[in-house]
């Protein structure tokens, strides 16, 4: 005796990563009978992101059927945080820090280069995570500032240095010490 035709009919063929098992759903057709999903010939349920080829075969007595399709799993949206992006001119290049959410590597361009700028300017930083589970990127501003010299400082110590030297040099010994005296 010859089995009946029966379906399986997937749904939910796109899962996002998050580290757990994913699976499609499934209905059979008629309903209720058993059926079992294999990925890229095996058993085991996916993990991690990529595309599978997914077979759904029913497991009925009476009822044959099977079903072919692609199963994917998306890579996760990671985050990007960047470090200290404003620096004052030394001659050196400016590294930008930048971390990932899953700690993920992050790659960093600056203007579209790989090469940490160092003269004083406005650039654009780009990181991205191209990770096997994890995909993003992010944008900063690294701004590199002219070093300001620090304004001169008052001294009144050495200023009255100076003049108690001026009045030693120009007057007697009583006279100088008595403007030192009321220094």
Same mark, same amino acid.
């Given at each position: #005796? =010859?089995?009946?035709? *029966?379906?399986?009919?997937?749904? *939910?063929?796109l899962a996002v990563y998050d580290g757990t098992e994913k699976s499609p759903s499934y209905a059979t057709v008629p309903s209720g009978l058993? +059926?079992?999903?294999?990925?890229n010939g095996s058993a085991a349920l996916? #993990?991690?992101?990529? %595309?599978? %080829?997914?077979?759904?075969?029913? !497991? =009925?007595?009476? &009822? =044959?059927? +099977?079903? %072919?399709?692609?199963?994917v799993v998306a890579r996760a949206t990671d985050t990007i945080t960047f470090g200290q %992006? !404003? &620096?004052?001119y030394n001659g050196a290049p400016k590294v930008v820090t930048a971390v990932s959410g899953s700690g993920a590597p992050v790659a960093l361009t600056y203007d579209g280069a790989v090469v940490a700028p160092a003269e004083v300017g406005v650039y654009a930083v780009t990181g991205v995570v191209d990770a096997a589970n994890w995909a993003a990127t992010g944008t900063a501003e690294l701004v590199i500032s002219a070093q #300001?010299?620090?304004a001169p400082v008052f001294d009144p110590v050495g200023v009255q240095t100076a003049m108690v030297g001026m009045v030693i040099a120009g007057r007697s010994t009583t006279t100088a010490r008595s403007a030192i005296d009321s220094i």
């Amino acid at each position: #005796v =010859a089995k009946a035709e *029966g379906e399986v009919v997937l749904d *939910g063929l796109l899962a996002v990563y998050d580290g757990t098992e994913k699976s499609p759903s499934y209905a059979t057709v008629p309903s209720g009978l058993s +059926a079992s999903l294999t990925f890229n010939g095996s058993a085991a349920l996916p #993990v991690t992101a990529g %595309t599978y %080829t997914v077979v759904g075969t029913l !497991n =009925a007595p009476n &009822h =044959a059927g +099977a079903v %072919t399709d692609l199963f994917v799993v998306a890579r996760a949206t990671d985050t990007i945080t960047f470090g200290q %992006t !404003n &620096h004052f001119y030394n001659g050196a290049p400016k590294v930008v820090t930048a971390v990932s959410g899953s700690g993920a590597p992050v790659a960093l361009t600056y203007d579209g280069a790989v090469v940490a700028p160092a003269e004083v300017g406005v650039y654009a930083v780009t990181g991205v995570v191209d990770a096997a589970n994890w995909a993003a990127t992010g944008t900063a501003e690294l701004v590199i500032s002219a070093q #300001v010299d620090a304004a001169p400082v008052f001294d009144p110590v050495g200023v009255q240095t100076a003049m108690v030297g001026m009045v030693i040099a120009g007057r007697s010994t009583t006279t100088a010490r008595s403007a030192i005296d009321s220094i």
